[in-house]
């Protein structure tokens, strides 16, 4: 079933929204942003490689103009509805590369899909160019709202060249989702929020989370179990069970409909969610990027 936005394009084609449109659409996630401005205990970007598929790994770093070309040449190979950015920072440590690239990808292909996802700390500056553009869906990923919590999930926040940490860091970044959140919702943007499941430290807080996203108009919830990684600081908790998950995805879907069919894709991604070959379109994107 078709979902028109104002802006003309069917919403329903994105595979990651739909379930439906993940059997027919597939996705490129363009790996134009490689600084971040929050250091997250469970993540490690040093890991650069081909066959590891997880968020924040990606095999190039490409331009705005390299990102455009690549997502031109992939949409003739497969069916694609969807230009997304997920790092392998944040989009919006890179805002001046994240908005170029929607820009140049809109103005070839005026029925793609826009989307982008971040740790919500520096969009709120962006979202008027968001929404002039045509961006349709934004993810934020929002570990905690209370910021005792926060505090032992981020090391650090950046804005601009000040280091916070600590509870003062954490309420910064969720006085910023929450803002961002807020204007996104004024501007017709469709919002997601992803939450990463760490035992002992969030899993209890996972429904809450739910609870205080649905009165402030989250259209869908993922909560995603955190992938230990090597060399983080996490690196050596458990990842999730299948029946923590279970239990938690019943328990917020009361509040929010759950997205249950995410893959935890690379930054690089490219095909269908359930296509986890990046290998296949590798070479072509370091072409991309000489
Ligand atoms: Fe890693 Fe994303 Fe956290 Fe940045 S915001 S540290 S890229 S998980
Ligand atoms: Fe979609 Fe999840 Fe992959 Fe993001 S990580 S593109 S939400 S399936």
Redesign the pocket.
């Given at each position: 079933m078709s979902k028109i936005n104002s802006k003309g394009l069917d919403t329903a084609k994105h595979?990651?929204f739909n379930k439906e449109a993940a059997k027919t659409y597939g996705?490129v996630?363009l790996p134009v942003a490689p600084a971040c401005n929050v250091q997250c205990n469970f993540c490690n970007r040093d890991y650069d490689c081909v066959n590891e598929s997880r968020?924040g790994v990606t095999s190039s770093i490409l331009s705005p103009g390299q990102a455009s070309w690549f997502f031109d040449e992939i949409s003739k190979e497969i069916p694609i509805s969807?230009a997304?950015i997920?790092g392998p920072g944040d989009p919006f440590a890179n805002s001046e590369q994240t908005i170029n690239t929607m820009r140049l990808i809109r103005r070839e292909h005026p029925d793609a899909i826009l989307?982008v996802?971040t740790n919500g700390l520096n969009v709120l500056p962006s979202i008027n160019d968001l929404a002039e553009i045509g961006v349709s869906h934004v993810?934020i990923t929002v570990n905690a709202i209370k910021a005792e919590i926060g505090a032992l999930i981020y090391d650090w926040i950046k804005v601009g060249k000040r280091i916070f940490r600590g509870i003062e860091g954490a309420t910064l970044l969720l006085e910023n989702q929450l803002a961002a959140i807020a204007s996104l919702k004024d501007h017709g943007i469709t919002v997601?929020v992803?939450s990463i499941v760490i035992p002992g430290i969030n899993d209890h807080h996972i429904v809450d989370i739910a609870k205080e996203m649905t009165k402030r108009g989250v259209d869908i919830f993922?909560c995603?179990p955190m992938i230990p990684v090597e060399g983080a600081t996490f690196g050596s908790l458990e990842e999730p069970d299948h029946d923590m998950m279970f239990d938690i995805k019943n328990r917020a879907g009361k509040y929010l409909p759950q997205?249950k069919?995410?893959?935890?894709?690379r930054a690089d991604?490219v095909g269908k969610?359930t296509d986890k070959d990046s290998s296949k379109w590798a070479g072509l994107m370091q072409h991309a990027s000489k």
């Open positions: 595979p990651c996705r996630h968020p969807v997304g997920a989307c996802s993810t997601k992803n993922n995603i997205m069919h995410c893959q935890r894709c991604a969610l």
